[in-house]
């Protein structure tokens, strides 16, 4: 048996084709020559030929499509002489692998439910029943829709099969005690000092319990050189009642501090070598290595800088009191969604008791219950959930505040399969709560695979999680924020004193290897941005545009207003993966991969300012009449006519959103020779440094 694709092998054997098709008009419909000759010239039929006495003959066809990342098969049909013969399965084996090799998620296929023998065909090769609809009104049968998770070839499912050098590796419980030096304190109990609030979120975060502050001997040590009684000093009381690093007993912390000073300040710092403030800090570190902590926090700007050759000899972390406080965010609970109204559908958030409500109404048996603990005395979960117009369950998202820093975010998410929307809900009910996560900072998140609902795994792989099939768990990063070269230190140094050395094993050390990356192996860079999204790497040989957009178009698409839409809004407010609409001029202004900057013209009401951001994954040139329910779906608007004066239209599909804290204005954008020739009326690329310099500027006062 024989697989042919060309088109010009198959158009010959065309009639033999239509002699098959017509045979199983029950069970596939009618497939005319003219569409069988359609799917032959655009490479979607493959054909089994057999060769008999030097000829040869078509024995069966399948017929594929889909829109990417989503496959579908839309007819098998095998010659009853060779029935039972695996030429079916040797066909779907062919597109299924053809699928896999071009970074297809699923692929699925709607055979009607009395067809007993299709039924078990593709529950045989792992086709999940996903949910029952009615097929056309002369017949009145109900079709299974089936679909079926692929194992496209990618960087991350690679690096998962591969335990000793994961791409994601969760780390193990670690201490979680963070030992302060006197500073902290000192900006604590003295509010006039810049830092109060900083120290004030610390030690907040300390008395909820998410996490565990102590301090050293030297630390009261140090206080009472400015004292002479203990009793009579109330800071110095303060200082006595906090927690005590347990420490090894024996000579060791003393050989080890001077081997600390040895290292940092002799070799690095000759000229406060042996000073009083020198020595404390060695004695403060030398007990954090000894009692096993995670991290020192402190103001001292000698062992800041040394804080890499601290990590990699002895496995401390050195930390900011600022770094320290922007992590603790990240375990805070999320409570800033907005409603929104869907075309038959709404989303809002809700409260432990009125999800368990919906958990309950979904009946979906899934042993879930500990997400939705109502008893808490404080917020520790986020919900949204998702319902029709009557008001009826269609899907619920659960996320769980982590106790302590450190641990990650635990998300369920489950969905009605019988709902014809129930991909644009799970989409959307994930890809809110990502963000959301997304603007406290780097986070890791574990979202339960459960069992049955392929729908929720197909999005979340699409999403950028990766599974982990020993934990029954799918695995994903956040880094909330553009990767720039300054911006790219920092976020490598709060996760790893967060979440330990190990947690991105696989990002580079310096944020110029991202440019080799991006050159050599496009997979890889899309695969490492995917998975630490919502977030836009901007190497230094990235192309960057900006492109005006209406403000209307802006509150919708990009989803940038200030207020809460009270209007149904498009298909395309909801997903992940948009399409913003343009002159079919414009299209030589944008490639695959680029970074697309959106300026909100202040000629239509807008802010006159960049607003977002995103990653252009394709440019299609369209014919306007030519323009299909599958192309607006993921659009704003009602049709394409007007955003073009002639009779194509570019269509810009983009992922990865980024909305911006602090919009970057025109005279800012001028300021850095940015607006163009044009004052950004048109389309203009700019160059990558620009581009780090606007993504810095609008995220410096951000989260």
């Not at 002799?266 to 007990?287: F, I, V």
């Not at 999320?334 to 989303?347: T, Y």
């Amino acid at each position: 048996m024989e697989l042919v694709l060309r088109p010009e092998d198959l158009i010959d054997c065309l009639p033999q084709l239509v002699d098959i098709a017509d045979l199983y008009k029950n069970e596939i419909g009618f497939w005319p020559r003219s569409a069988l000759e359609d799917a032959v010239r655009r490479g979607r039929l493959l054909t089994a030929m057999s060769k008999s006495e030097g000829r040869k003959e078509a024995v069966g066809f399948i017929v594929f499509g889909g829109v990417f990342p989503n496959g579908r098969i839309q007819a098998i049909a095998v010659h009853p002489l060779y029935l039972r013969q695996g030429v079916a399965q040797f066909l779907l084996d062919n597109v299924v692998a053809r699928m896999e090799a071009e970074g297809y998620l699923a692929i699925s296929a709607k055979p009607a439910e009395d067809l007993e023998a299709a039924q078990e065909f593709y529950q045989k090769n792992r086709f999940s029943r996903v949910r029952t609809q009615r097929g056309g009104a002369s017949r009145k049968r109900m079709i299974v829709v089936r679909e079926r998770i692929l194992g496209s070839p990618s960087l991350l499912r690679d690096m998962t099969r591969t335990p000793s050098n994961p791409f994601l590796t969760f780390p193990e419980k670690r201490s979680n005690l963070w030992v302060i030096d006197v500073n902290v304190l000192l900006d604590l109990v003295k509010a006039r000092r810049t830092q109060y609030d900083l120290a004030l979120k610390v030690f907040s975060a300390a008395l909820e319990g998410r996490i565990k502050i102590a301090v050293t001997s030297e630390f009261t040590i140090e206080l009472s050189r400015a004292t002479t009684t203990l009793q009579d000093d109330p800071l110095l009381a303060l200082a006595s009642a906090l927690p005590r690093l347990r420490q090894k007993a024996g000579p060791s912390i003393k050989y080890l501090s001077q081997d600390i000073h040895e290292l940092i300040f002799k070799k690095n710092k000759p000229s406060q070598a042996g000073t009083p403030q020198a020595l404390s800090d060695c004695s403060h570190l030398a007990e954090c290595i000894s009692g096993n902590a995670t991290a020192f926090v402190t103001s001292d700007g000698v062992l800041l800088r040394s804080r890499r050759i601290v990590r990699e000899t002895w496995g401390v972390e050195i930390v900011s009191l600022e770094d320290f406080h922007d992590a603790i965010l990240s375990t805070d609970p999320i409570d800033d969604f907005k409603s929104m109204i869907g075309m038959d559908f709404w989303l809002r958030s809700v409260d432990a008791r009125a999800a368990w409500k919906v958990y309950k109404e979904l009946d979906l048996n899934c042993s879930a219950e500990t997400f939705f603990d109502a008893e808490v005395s404080r917020i520790s979960g986020y919900y949204l959930a998702a319902l029709d117009d009557d008001g009826s369950a269609i899907g619920i998202l659960a996320s769980s505040t982590p106790a302590s820093l450190g641990d990650a975010r635990s998300l369920l998410l489950l969905v009605d399969h019988e709902r014809p929307n129930a991909e644009l809900v799970a989409e959307t009910l994930l890809g809110n709560c990502v963000e959301a996560i997304g603007r406290y900072g780097f986070n890791l998140l574990n979202l339960v695979d459960v069992p049955g609902q392929i729908i929720v795994r197909k999005v979340a792989l699409q999403a950028g999680f990766v599974p982990n099939v020993a934990e029954n768990r799918l695995n994903k990063a956040t880094a909330g924020a553009p990767v720039t070269p300054s911006s790219f230190p920092i976020l490598l140094e709060r996760s790893r004193f967060v979440f330990g050395a190990e947690i991105l094993k696989q990002l580079p050390e310096d944020f110029e290897a991202f440019d080799e990356i991006f050159s050599e192996d496009r997979s890889r860079f899309r695969s490492i941005e995917n998975l630490i999204s919502p977030t836009l790497i901007v190497a230094n040989n990235r192309k960057v545009s900006i492109q005006p957009i209406a403000r209307s178009f802006a509150d919708e698409l990009l989803g940038t207003s200030r207020q809460t839409s009270l209007l149904e809004q498009f298909e395309g407010a909801f997903r992940s993966n948009k399409t913003y609409v343009s002159s079919g001029r414009s299209k030589n202004f944008f490639n695959e991969d680029q970074i697309i900057l959106f300026y909100e013209s202040s000629r239509t009401g807008g802010r006159g300012a960049i607003v977002a951001a995103a990653r252009v994954d394709s440019v299609v040139t369209q014919v306007k009449k030519e323009m299909g329910q599958s192309d607006m779906k993921r659009t704003v608007v009602e049709t394409v006519d007007r955003f073009s004066a002639s009779e194509e239209v570019t269509l810009i599909n983009f992922s990865l959103l980024l909305r911006f804290p602090e919009p970057v204005n025109l005279k800012e954008l001028r300021n850095m020779g940015a607006s163009g020739a044009q004052n950004l009326q048109t389309a203009t690329v700019i160059s990558t440094a620009v581009a780090q310099r606007i993504f810095d500027l609008g995220w410096s006062g951000g989260r």
